[in-house]
Nanobody, 127 residues
Framework: VQLQASGGGLVQAGGSLRLSCAASGRTFSGRTFTIYTIGWFRQAPGKEREFVAAITWSGGSTYYADSVKGRFTISRDNAKNTVYLQMTSLKPEDTAVYYC????????????????WGRGTQVTVSS
């Protein structure tokens, strides 16, 4: 599976950005990615990678970190094989490299339970 994250940039506090994660290919098991969960994580300098949001591709169940609830929305477009992270009311503390990941995690919040990762996209929120 190949994951391509995009959409990052520099925005002022209170602004919005939409990140995209385009998926293609198949996993090593031969299954298509469409049965899996996509998660968004972020990592700020000097900090551990942390969970942001996740969505199950088939059922559309969504999960959010408390820090982003009410501000971020994760969604999917099956026709485009793409998952989106709409970020609003951005804060300086949202500044980080954002990564998307894919797998069948028992705990969607755990980075260690995702085998497939895309390259990150930088989000910088200025105060």
């Amino acid at each position: 599976v190949q994951l391509q994250a995009s959409g990052g940039g520099l925005v002022q506090a209170g602004g919005s950005l939409r990140l995209s994660c385009a998926a293609s290919g198949r996993t090593f098991s031969g299954r298509t990615f469409t049965i899996y969960t996509i998660g968004w994580f972020r990592q700020a300098p000097g900090k551990e990678r942390e969970f942001v949001a996740a969505i199950t591709w088939s059922g559309g169940s969504t999960y959010y970190a408390d820090s982003v609830k009410g501000r971020f929305t994760i969604s999917r477009d099956n026709a485009k094989n793409t998952v989106y992270l709409q970020m609003t009311s951005l804060k300086p503390e949202d500044t980080a490299v954002y990564y998307c990941a894919l797998d069948l995690p028992r705990d969607v919040t755990m980075p260690s339970q995702y085998d497939y990762w895309g390259r990150g996209t930088q989000v910088t929120v200025s105060s």
